[in-house]
């Protein structure tokens, strides 16, 4: 069905940063307005039932899975996606760590992080393995990930 037919519900939002006005159908999803209405294309659709993490956004500061969250709902909300984070020591040490394999899970995960971080600077291997349970890595980097997330915590405990 074309999104020119349906009927559309006016938002107004701050999308990582910016204030922008959407005319969003009344049953799509956050995801699918960042896709394909913002082109904010970072943000990944993967299972759309809220069982991966690939769609992780910052809404309201919380990790949220935006193929959960209809765009309707987002009116006067502040998103956050990994197009609009400041984590750049997140990215590289993902990289480093070759926590980074076909990188489908890369931006869930660095948000997910990026919030995990923000409340626990200095997370336990726990810590990281229990926030980061709802984001999954079919190429089984778990290990790398969670290693580029306490050198990240390390970095910015030491700067
Ligand atoms: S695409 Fe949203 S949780 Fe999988
Ligand atoms: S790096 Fe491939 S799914 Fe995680």
């Known amino acids: 069905m074309s999104l020119m037919t349906e009927q559309l519900v006016t938002i107004t939002a701050t999308v990582n940063g910016d204030q922008v006005t959407m005319h969003v159908p009344a049953h799509r999803t956050l995801l699918e307005a960042l896709r394909d209405l913002m082109g904010l294309t970072g943000t990944k659709s993967c299972c759309t039932e809220g069982e991966c993490g690939a769609c992780t956004v910052l809404l309201n500061g919380l990790t949220a899975c935006s193929c959960l969250v209809l ?5 006067g909300a502040e ?3 990994i197009e609009g984070l400041a984590a750049l020591d997140l990215q590289e040490n993902f990289v480093a760590k070759g926590a980074v394999q076909c990188g489908f899970c890369t931006p869930g995960q660095i948000v997910s992080a990026h919030a995990l971080l923000a409340q626990n600077p200095n997370p336990s291997e726990q810590d990281i393995r229990e926030h980061m349970s709802g984001n999954l890595c079919r190429c089984g980097s778990y290990k790398r990930i969670i ?13």
């Open 71 to 75: 765009a309707a709902e987002v009116d």
């Open 79 to 81: 998103i956050v996606t």
């Open 147 to 159: 290693e580029a997330i306490q050198t990240t915590a390390e970095g910015r405990r030491n700067a």
